[in-house]
């Protein structure tokens, strides 16, 4: 798979130098034209490094830097600014205008760097790619792989080589929550109202906070337990280990919300327990 991606990596970078010189040449064309048509007839000097110069005392030269068209007047051969991302005029939305950056695992972005070092230079020398120092994110070491302008599809391409599991996983993931807790809310709609007295509350944790009040600041949780309803208290001794979406155990003195019959909330916790950890 890597070498049949670099090898189509190599094969459409050819293409954009092609066609971005093509468009390069149309444009010159163009904006020589338009120069001519503001200076009597006459066009900008071209030096053979391709750089416009213009031919006269007050000579009237425009450019754009960004979104902004510029006019000034210059002295016979002054240098005549260029367009600031140019590219993106004669090559169209298609252009990815300035760099373009993504984290990515770093042993990824490692071997990917690699072997993009071990392309041809000509091939390198269209679009650069760099990478950021590694940095952690969750205890794992990403790095930004940095990219400058070049074509869409190839930008794309790169971040999708590199990161198209990992994304796929993420919204799985993210779908996968979203309907557990379109779940959870459907059992607690329909659940129990809350039981009040010494109770034992068996269920899932949905939240953690830490509330500030004059005796200092305490972790607070959010269970709601199998039958349906929920409890808001402090975070007893023996959950160290519980994270979001545990199950767990422990008796407490419940009280049922003014305001709502199935929210509750507990004090004076005891005999809790993590019954089952969130998986990895």
């Known amino acids: 798979m890597s070498k049949q991606f670099f090898s189509w990596l190599e094969k459409r970078i050819a293409e954009y130098e092609v066609a971005r010189d093509r468009g390069l040449k149309a444009y ?69 205008v300035g760099a373009h950056g993504f984290k990515a695992p770093s042993d990824r ?13 000509e091939t390198k020398s269209v679009i ?34 590199l990161m198209g599991d990992i994304y796929k996983l993420q919204r799985l993931a993210e779908e996968k929550s979203e309907s557990e807790r379109a779940e959870r ?13 010494r109770v034992v509350i068996t269920g899932e944790v949905l939240a953690f906070k830490w509330q500030s009040s004059d005796y200092g600041d305490t972790l607070k ?17 023996g959950l160290d280990d519980a994270e979001r979406n545990s199950r767990i155990s422990f008796t407490a003195t419940v009280q049922q919300s003014d305001n709502d019959s199935k929210f509750g909330f507990f004090k004076r916790p005891a005999k809790a327990v993590v019954l089952e950890e969130v998986a990895a």
């Open 109 to 121: 972005v490692e071997k990917f760097v690699s072997e993009w070092n071990q392309l041809p230079l």
């Open 128 to 161: 650069s790619i760099t990478k950021s120092r590694p940095f952690d994110v969750k205890g794992q070491d990403y790095c930004y792989l940095n990219i400058s302008q070049c074509p869409t599809d190839i930008l794309s391409a790169i971040e999708d080589y």
């Open 185 to 197: 809310d459907a059992r607690h709609e329909a659940g129990e109202d809350v039981e009040e007295g």
């Open 28 to 96: 010159r064309t163009r904006l020589k034209k338009a120069l001519a048509d503001r200076n009597n007839g006459v066009e900008p000097n071209e030096s053979e490094y391709g750089s416009l110069h213009a031919p006269y005392d007050g000579y009237i030269h425009i450019w754009w830097e960004g979104e902004t068209e510029c006019e000034s007047t210059y002295l016979a051969g002054q240098f005549l600014p260029r367009d600031k991302q140019r590219e993106a005029m004669y090559l169209g939305e298609s252009f990815c």
């Open 221 to 237: 949780m959010l269970v709601q337990d199998d039958r349906g309803f929920r409890v808001w208290g402090s975070v007893p001794a």
